[in-house]
Each structure stands twice: as C-alpha cells, then as structure tokens.
C-alpha cells in the first residue's frame, strides 16, 4: 500500500453506542478538550470497542479525548506520533455525538516541498512540536464528516471545522502498529 496516497475511510466497527454515553459521563463535551485517556479506564468505559479492538489484534497505546465548541476551526496541521522506533500516522476517530454529525474534516495534500511551520507546545514537562500550514501551502484532498468511526492518515495536513451548533467530540486511538490492514478489509 502506498501509505502517502491514503487520506481516510469510514470503518465499521460493530459496538455498543452505551459505550459512548458512559464514556461521555466520565469525559463530557467541553468548550475545547484534548485529553489523554487511561486505557485502562477505557477497558470499563468503551468495553464493546476495545474488546473490537482485541478481536483485530489492535493495541491502543494512546488515546484523547477531544471536543470543540460550534464554530471552531482548527488550524491546519498534521501529527507526529512516535512510540520506540516507529513513528505512528494512522488515527482512529470514534464520534462522541451524533448532533455534531455534519461537522467535518478537511485533508489536504501539501502543495511543493513539505515545509510546515513549527512551533513548540508543552505537554506536561515536555516540549513537543506542532506541525502547521497556512492555507498557500497545502490544497483540499478531501472531506469527511463525523457520522460514525473513522480510520485517518493523520501524517497528513488536515483541520477539524465544527460548523454546527453542537459541540463536536471525538475519542481517538493510535496503536503499538498501525492497523493498514482495516484500509483494504470491508
């Protein structure tokens, strides 16, 4: 597979929508959230996904909770998510409300040289980059809304835009290997 040429595609993931409600409960939609997530808790929380999770052989090392108020726009950017010796680029994003179904994401592919622009942010005692573009340095790929799970290639430039007015949440994972074999199953 040619991992640059994939942008995203809609999963089926067969689970219990309690899961969401729970997990809502303990992490509710706020005006703006990123927050890791213990997996642990999330054994208790989401039992119908990760036991999905299990069933694929998929591994979450990571996962956020994420929410944006209406009308936020996210700024471009990608992610660079290294774990030991490999850097992970595959997300996958569960929709933490339905009424913020139409809210979308925009993928673009990068326009000359990849160049983002960098800038540090704090996690904890760690500095890490943020990898960001201005809208001359990238054009659209491609769109995907937030109506169930979805598998993203998060190497690429990409924007979440809530355009509705509901806050818009999503639970997303990364995993100890990227699961490409969900991009050719279904």
Not at 75 to 103: C, G, T, W, Y
Not at 156 to 184: K, M, Q
Request: glycine share 2%; hydrophobic share 35%.
């Amino acid at each position: 597979m040619d991992t640059d040429s994939f942008y995203f595609k809609y999963i089926k993931v067969d689970y219990d929508p309690a899961d969401i409600e729970r997990f809502l409960e303990v992490y509710p939609l706020l005006r703006a959230r990123f927050d890791k997530v213990d997996l642990a808790q999330l054994r208790t929380l989401v039992p119908s996904i990760m036991s999905w999770f299990d069933s694929k052989g998929m591994e979450p090392f990571i996962a956020i909770a994420i929410s944006h108020d209406p009308t936020y726009k996210q700024q471009i950017h990608k992610d660079v998510m290294k774990n030991s010796e490999h850097e992970r680029i595959l997300a996958l994003n569960f929709p933490l409300n339905s009424q913020a179904k139409n809210s979308v994401t925009r993928m673009y592919s990068v326009i000359g040289e990849d160049q983002p622009h960098i800038k540090m942010t704090k996690e904890g005692n760690k500095e890490l980059p943020y990898y960001y573009y201005t809208e001359d340095q990238v054009q659209l790929a491609g769109i995907y809304m937030s109506t169930s799970p979805v598998l993203v290639n998060v190497s690429h430039p990409h924007s979440a835009y809530n355009c509705t007015p509901y806050r818009r949440g999503v639970l997303s994972f990364r995993f100890i290997e990227d699961p490409w074999f969900l991009v050719d199953e279904q």
